[in-house]
């Protein structure tokens, strides 16, 4: 949903144009057959200047698409590849290549990819050709997914907005003011709507939601003596197969059941229970009695809620739930085919430190002012590696803020007005129905959902003859259909669905009591929610659209993102995210598609998505590609399951000991332990030690069952014996995974296949250009070995083509589906050639700015001829023994400069590690060296004690407008030196961080992690 689309109209003529131009040629070849002007086949070499002085007539070339997109990818010009290979000592790009990746892994032959010769347009037209194939029905599935309208305001200045998509994880609050404040409203809206204490910034998906609610709770208490855990079969059947799964290799015994009729007072084991609200048949029920008898043994209550039921209904607070869940996808967000949307987890305060996910909370910066940061960051996995509460990293960041923005652009009375609209259609139905002739499960306690008999026919059967209508319902059981409505539906529709059930031969005898439903849009006083929420100014304030716009545009100038100058973050490749490749994003073909449409109506997605996994497939040297894991973290998740189900399937199901270098992903170790795997550990600052690790494998074979490496190394280079690492791992008889993090030094270059690794994850939101949305989406597929395939997730409501036997590891069939034709966008427009270019750029521009930068800085870790891969890495281990000066300080600084700083402290201590990408022009490198090199001469300032060693400008970095206007300047340096360090900062404009630093330690101790007025 980026910036909106060319008319359809427009992308017919381009096809149109292309048919001509194709027409054309062979019309010119037959004319001028035999004379002196000769034309080259397609295919054919491009003409050489003598050729072209001989009169020679390239067809292909001259009617080529004229926006090509390669060139507008990647930043280096070819005269800035000459002058950056002769600075780094070498001829050529190939010649730099050839130093820096072995020979043994190096690859020859182009990926599978097309020709990248098409063009922006041509490729636009393309995908829209695939997904004009779906057809976009009248929806009245439910299940989680449900139709919603996109505030327009919100579309164009968020999320087709390069200033909030282009911005990473908020890890520099300072440059991130904005998106954080936009998160604290959501966070309090989610606390709000559930009537809980504390919530999250977002998880991934409705039932992983659930699934870390579980994990959660069986950390709470002791999980030895509590090992069971209870889910109502009423609760979402996706919801439900990620929780067996999770339980599986969690050590939980997990009981599917009736929540109405079993004893809870007997189950002293139980440690928590799941329950939907309303349940997946649409009915509401008041489950106090279930909070007490699982309070009374010990246990916890956790419920799945629907935000917008919560408008209308009593908040799960009020009936003793402990935690609550859900998805914000029906608050301004689409359906996608799946995702991505924002999941959210309320709980209480005692339970915060607990919680999975990012937490925004206040403190005060080096002024004294408010400010906003990530709270309670050594719950995290760089942090607490296999001790970390989960392996969440990516979120949904962006989701999370147009969830919260249509709530801040609707107020608290217009989100009343939509609920009370959503039940009056549903009342409507069910009234409708009951005139019809025929009964609903329930004529008061129900919301959006209407569950109601097919007799005489059989469900699905009617289900399948209204689908040839484009009237989509979901089938219940082998009597049962419902019928879900939400905010985009009609009265209209009502009336289309009733007319269609007559025609079908539903219904016909007498009126039944439904008939009486009095359609006034209120639940019946047992579950009408009588508590005030969103009563804080923000909800409550902002009625025109022009105050909307203004309010977003103010929070956008707060964050530095790539819309205003490079973001070198080593191992999260801030990378281009092209305006055509988002595009399709925002169409209704894509958007407006519900995840479990029946096949006949999504067979432009699913073939957009089949070639997406074939060109992954190509890139990575593998055989089959799943895409539902919705994250990096999800995919090591999904990756890892897939190895132990491997071995069970071969009879070594006993085989758990994961060996994981010490300069891995904190997700690496964290998404071990999710698979009830035993971590050993092995040391590689300086390379992986042949024989130490032969040893180790050895020590382990009989139940050794995966090596984790990153390849090349979190180190920044390429391993040279890779390859041997990898048959070590094979004859000790384990399966080796590769962390994609660092694949965008591999494209077209080398490969997972190539190196020996048998199953890797994809981080298409880094490698493939999706953005990262301020942390997330992110979209995380697998690709595997022939071995492996069998064994990809599948999922129980629609079997993805590439589903194996493993149970779904993410809520939707395809993940992610609605941003994974960015990805396949990025690879039609480049192309072959162009895809692999980008490695050979992004090595380039590392390898560059570590050459002008090691005479000033250590650089560490490079291979045997000095060369990075993709980043490299700055030691400040010295200038922090001799001034004081630290890696965070350096940060700060980079922020006055108007850079966002590279990755601080991994993969090793006291360190920066850059990662500038291939998308970078060499004016921005230049730019950031001259910022470092000038920093350095800071750095010499405090050493010879021309500033204090603590009061200089790295230690109150950075400076704000407020205090470099102030009437007061106390400082040893002036205010020029404060704020405009280098000329840029005042020829391009100065981006000013909006709070000086922020003191982590006080909001860490003082949580305050929601709006109060």
Same mark, same amino acid.
């Given at each position: 949903?980026?910036?909106?689309?060319?008319?359809?109209?427009?992308?017919?003529?381009?096809?149109?144009?292309?048919?001509?131009?194709?027409?054309?040629?062979?019309?010119?070849? /037959?004319?001028?057959?035999?004379?002196?002007?000769?034309?080259?086949?397609?295919?054919?070499?491009?003409?050489?200047?003598?050729? *072209?002085?001989?009169?020679?007539?390239?067809?292909?070339?001259?009617?080529?698409?004229?926006?090509?997109?390669?060139?507008?990818?990647?930043?280096?010009?070819? #005269?800035? =590849?000459?002058?950056?290979?002769?600075?780094?000592?070498? #001829?050529?790009?190939?010649?730099?290549?050839?130093?820096?990746?072995?020979?043994?892994?190096?690859?020859?032959?182009?990926?599978?990819?097309?020709?990248?010769?098409?063009? &922006?347009?041509?490729?636009?037209?393309?995908?829209?050709?695939?997904?004009?194939?779906?057809?976009?029905?009248?929806?009245?599935?439910?299940?989680?997914?449900?139709?919603?309208?996109?505030?327009?305001?919100?579309?164009?200045?968020?999320?087709?907005?390069?200033?909030?998509?282009?911005?990473?994880?908020?890890?520099?609050?300072?440059?991130?003011?904005?998106?954080?404040?936009?998160?604290?409203? @959501?966070?309090?809206?989610?606390?709000?709507?559930?009537?809980?204490?504390?919530?999250?910034?977002?998880?991934?998906?409705?039932?992983?939601?659930?699934?870390?609610?579980?994990?959660?709770?069986?950390?709470?208490?002791? !999980?030895?003596?509590?090992?069971?855990? @209870?889910?109502?079969?009423?609760?979402?059947?996706?919801?439900?197969?990620?929780?067996?799964?999770?339980?599986?290799?969690?050590?939980?015994?997990?009981?599917?059941?009736?929540?109405?009729?079993?004893?809870?007072?007997?189950?002293?084991?139980?440690?928590?229970?799941?329950?939907?609200?309303?349940?997946?048949?649409? %009915?509401?029920?008041?489950?106090?009695?279930?909070?007490?008898?699982?309070?009374?043994?010990?246990?916890?209550?956790? =419920?799945?809620?629907?935000? %917008?039921?919560?408008?209308?209904?009593?908040?799960?607070?009020?009936?003793?739930?402990?935690?609550?869940?859900?998805?914000?996808? /029906?608050?301004?967000?689409?359906?996608?085919?799946?995702?991505?949307?924002?999941?959210?987890?309320?709980?209480?305060?005692?339970?915060?430190?607990?919680?999975?996910?990012?937490?925004?909370? &206040?403190?005060?910066?080096?002024?004294?002012?408010?400010?906003?940061? %990530?709270?309670?960051?050594?719950?995290?996995?760089?942090? /607490?590696?296999?001790?970390?509460?989960?392996?969440?990293?990516?979120?949904?960041?962006?989701?999370?803020?147009? *969830?919260?923005?249509?709530?801040?652009?609707?107020?608290?009375?217009?989100?009343?007005?939509?609920?009370?609209?959503?039940?009056?259609?549903?009342?409507?139905?069910?009234?409708?129905?009951?005139?019809?002739?025929?009964?609903?499960?329930?004529?008061?306690?129900?919301?959006?959902?209407?569950?109601?008999?097919?007799?005489?026919?059989?469900?699905?059967?009617?289900?399948?003859?209204?689908?040839? #209508?484009?009237?989509?319902?979901?089938?219940?059981?082998?009597?049962?259909?419902?019928?879900? @409505?939400?905010?985009?539906?009609?009265?209209?529709?009502?009336?289309?669905?009733?007319?269609?059930?007559?025609?079908?031969?539903?219904?016909?005898?007498?009126?039944?009591?439904?008939?009486?439903?009095?359609?006034?849009?209120?639940?019946?006083? *047992?579950?009408?929610?009588?508590?005030?929420?969103?009563?804080?100014?923000?909800?409550?304030?902002?009625?025109?659209?022009?105050?909307?716009?203004?309010?977003?545009?103010?929070?956008?100038?707060?964050?530095?993102?790539?819309?205003?100058?490079?973001?070198?973050?080593?191992?999260?490749?801030?990378?281009?995210?092209?305006?055509?490749?988002?595009?399709?994003?925002?169409?209704?073909?894509?958007?407006?598609?519900?995840?479990?449409?029946?096949?006949?109506?999504?067979?432009?997605? /699913?073939?957009?998505?089949?070639?997406?996994?074939?060109?992954?497939?190509?890139?990575?040297?593998?055989?089959?590609?799943?895409?539902?894991?919705?994250?990096?973290?999800?995919?090591?998740?999904?990756?890892?399951?897939?190895?132990?189900?491997?071995?069970?399937?071969?009879?070594?199901?006993?085989?758990?000991?994961?060996?994981?270098?010490?300069?891995?992903?904190?997700?690496?170790?964290?998404?071990?332990?999710?698979?009830?795997?035993?971590?050993?550990?092995?040391?590689?600052?300086?390379?992986?030690?042949?024989?130490?690790?032969?040893? %180790?494998?050895?020590?382990?074979?009989?139940?050794?069952?995966?090596?984790?490496?990153?390849?090349?190394?979190?180190?920044?280079?390429?391993?040279?014996?890779?390859?041997?690492?990898?048959?070590?791992?094979?004859?000790?008889?384990?399966?080796?995974?590769?962390?994609?993090?660092?694949?965008?030094?591999?494209?077209?270059?080398?490969?997972?296949?190539?190196?020996?690794?048998?199953?890797?994850?994809?981080?298409?939101?880094?490698?493939?250009?999706?953005?990262?949305?301020?942390?997330?989406?992110?979209?995380?597929?697998?690709?595997?070995?022939?071995?492996?395939?069998?064994?990809?997730?599948?999922?129980?409501?629609?079997?993805?083509?590439?589903?194996?036997?493993?149970?779904?590891?993410?809520?939707?069939?395809?993940?992610?589906?609605?941003?994974?034709?960015?990805?396949?966008?990025?690879?039609?427009?480049?192309?072959?050639?162009?895809?692999?270019?980008?490695?050979?750029?992004?090595?380039?521009?590392?390898?560059?700015?570590?050459?002008?930068?090691?005479?000033?800085?250590?650089?560490?870790?490079?291979?045997?001829?000095?060369?990075?891969?993709?980043?490299?890495?700055?030691?400040?281990?010295?200038?922090?023994?001799?001034?004081?000066?630290?890696?965070?300080?350096?940060?700060?600084?980079?922020?006055?400069?108007?850079?966002?700083?590279? +990755?601080?402290?991994?993969?090793?201590?006291?360190?920066?590690?850059?990662?500038?990408?291939?998308? &970078?022009? #060499?004016?921005?490198?230049?730019?950031?060296?001259?910022?470092?090199?000038?920093?350095?001469?800071?750095?010499?300032?405090?050493?010879?004690?021309?500033?204090?060693?603590?009061?200089?400008?790295?230690?109150?970095?950075?400076?704000?407008?407020?205090?470099?206007?102030?009437?007061?300047?106390?400082?040893?340096? !002036?205010?020029?030196?404060? *704020?405009?360090?280098?000329?840029?900062?005042?020829?391009?404009?100065?981006?000013?961080? +909006?709070?000086?630093?922020?003191?982590?330690?006080?909001?860490?101790?003082?949580?305050?992690?929601?709006?109060? &007025?």
């Amino acid at each position: 949903m980026w910036r909106r689309a060319p008319q359809a109209a427009a992308s017919i003529a381009v096809q149109q144009e292309s048919a001509a131009m194709r027409a054309m040629t062979e019309s010119l070849a /037959r004319i001028l057959q035999g004379q002196r002007v000769r034309v080259v086949a397609a295919g054919g070499a491009r003409c050489q200047s003598s050729a *072209a002085a001989a009169g020679t007539t390239n067809l292909k070339e001259l009617f080529m698409a004229t926006d090509q997109f390669a060139g507008r990818h990647l930043g280096p010009s070819p #005269k800035d =590849v000459d002058e950056m290979c002769k600075l780094i000592g070498v #001829k050529d790009l190939d010649e730099l290549i050839s130093q820096t990746i072995p020979a043994a892994v190096r690859r020859e032959a182009l990926v599978e990819l097309p020709d990248g010769t098409i063009g &922006e347009a041509g490729a636009l037209a393309l995908a829209k050709s695939i997904l004009q194939k779906n057809i976009i029905a009248k929806n009245f599935i439910g299940m989680g997914y449900h139709g919603s309208h996109v505030p327009g305001v919100v579309l164009r200045n968020l999320t087709e907005n390069p200033g909030w998509y282009t911005a990473y994880t908020p890890y520099q609050p300072e440059i991130s003011q904005g998106r954080l404040e936009s998160l604290i409203n @959501f966070q309090t809206l989610v606390c709000e709507l559930t009537g809980m204490e504390v919530a999250n910034s977002s998880l991934l998906d409705e039932g992983s939601a659930a699934a870390e609610a579980m994990a959660m709770i069986a950390r709470t208490v002791n !999980s030895k003596t509590k090992n069971q855990f @209870f889910v109502s079969d009423r609760v979402h059947p996706q919801s439900i197969d990620l929780m067996k799964l999770r339980a599986k290799y969690f050590g939980m015994e997990l009981i599917v059941g009736d929540h109405k009729s079993t004893d809870f007072k007997s189950m002293d084991k139980l440690c928590g229970a799941l329950v939907q609200y309303p349940d997946t048949d649409g %009915l509401l029920f008041d489950y106090s009695g279930l909070a007490d008898a699982l309070h009374g043994n010990g246990a916890h209550l956790v =419920v799945s809620a629907d935000p %917008l039921a919560l408008v209308a209904a009593k908040p799960p607070s009020e009936f003793g739930a402990d935690v609550v869940v859900g998805s914000m996808q /029906r608050f301004g967000v689409p359906m996608w085919f799946g995702g991505p949307a924002a999941a959210y987890m309320a709980t209480s305060k005692k339970q915060v430190r607990r919680m999975p996910g990012r937490i925004i909370g &206040e403190s005060l910066d080096r002024l004294g002012n408010p400010a906003y940061r %990530l709270a309670l960051q050594t719950r995290e996995q760089h942090i /607490r590696l296999d001790k970390a509460t989960s392996n969440v990293c990516t979120a949904q960041v962006l989701l999370a803020n147009m *969830a919260a923005m249509y709530a801040v652009y609707h107020k608290t009375d217009g989100l009343k007005t939509i609920a009370r609209k959503v039940h009056g259609l549903a009342q409507l139905f069910a009234k409708e129905l009951g005139q019809l002739g025929v009964a609903v499960a329930s004529t008061e306690n129900f919301f959006d959902t209407v569950t109601f008999p097919t007799a005489p026919l059989a469900p699905a059967a009617l289900v399948e003859q209204l689908q040839g #209508k484009e009237l989509n319902l979901r089938v219940i059981d082998g009597k049962m259909v419902s019928a879900n @409505f939400d905010e985009t539906h009609l009265q209209e529709d009502i009336m289309t669905l009733i007319a269609a059930l007559k025609s079908a031969g539903v219904g016909g005898g007498a009126a039944t009591n439904a008939a009486n439903i009095v359609v006034d849009g209120q639940l019946p006083a *047992a579950f009408a929610r009588t508590s005030p929420f969103l009563q804080q100014k923000i909800f409550n304030s902002i009625h025109s659209e022009t105050e909307m716009m203004r309010y977003m545009v103010s929070l956008q100038l707060k964050d530095l993102s790539l819309d205003k100058s490079m973001i070198s973050l080593g191992s999260c490749t801030m990378k281009l995210n092209s305006v055509s490749s988002l595009l399709p994003c925002s169409w209704p073909e894509v958007t407006n598609m519900h995840p479990f449409a029946p096949h006949s109506q999504t067979a432009g997605y /699913r073939e957009m998505l089949e070639s997406l996994e074939k060109y992954l497939i190509s890139c990575t040297g593998f055989d089959a590609c799943s895409l539902q894991p919705t994250s990096g973290a999800s995919g090591e998740y999904a990756g890892l399951l897939v190895i132990r189900q491997y071995l069970a399937s071969i009879g070594q199901a006993h085989r758990n000991v994961c060996i994981i270098p010490r300069s891995a992903h904190g997700t690496n170790p964290a998404s071990a332990v999710m698979c009830d795997m035993e971590i050993k550990w092995i040391d590689d600052a300086t390379g992986m030690d042949l024989e130490e690790f032969r040893q %180790l494998c050895e020590a382990n074979k009989d139940n050794l069952a995966a090596l984790m490496v990153t390849y090349p190394s979190t180190r920044a280079f390429f391993e040279d014996n890779i390859q041997e690492i990898c048959q070590i791992v094979h004859d000790c008889g384990g399966q080796v995974y590769m962390d994609g993090a660092n694949m965008n030094a591999q494209l077209g270059l080398t490969s997972p296949g190539m190196i020996g690794a048998d199953v890797c994850h994809l981080n298409l939101h880094k490698t493939f250009s999706i953005p990262h949305g301020g942390g997330g989406p992110g979209l995380g597929p697998i690709c595997v070995k022939k071995h492996l395939a069998p064994h990809l997730p599948n999922h129980c409501v629609v079997s993805p083509s590439s589903g194996g036997d493993l149970p779904a590891v993410s809520a939707a069939p395809w993940g992610q589906a609605g941003i994974a034709i960015i990805p396949w966008m990025f690879c039609t427009m480049l192309g072959n050639k162009g895809v692999t270019d980008s490695a050979r750029y992004a090595i380039l521009n590392a390898n560059y700015m570590k050459a002008r930068l090691e005479p000033h800085f250590p650089v560490v870790a490079t291979n045997a001829n000095n060369r990075c891969s993709h980043e490299f890495i700055m030691d400040f281990s010295d200038v922090r023994r001799e001034t004081g000066i630290v890696e965070e300080d350096i940060a700060k600084r980079l922020q006055d400069y108007g850079f966002h700083a590279p +990755t601080m402290s991994w993969p090793v201590p006291h360190s920066l590690m850059v990662e500038p990408t291939e998308s &970078e022009d #060499k004016n921005e490198l230049d730019r950031f060296c001259e910022a470092m090199i000038s920093i350095k001469e800071e750095i010499r300032k405090i050493k010879d004690g021309t500033w204090p060693a603590d009061n200089n400008p790295l230690k109150n970095a950075p400076h704000t407008q407020s205090e470099v206007c102030g009437s007061e300047w106390t400082y040893p340096y !002036s205010r020029e030196e404060a *704020a405009f360090p280098a000329p840029w900062t005042l020829k391009r404009g100065k981006h000013w961080p +909006t709070t000086a630093r922020i003191d982590n330690a006080l909001g860490d101790r003082k949580l305050k992690l929601r709006l109060e &007025e």
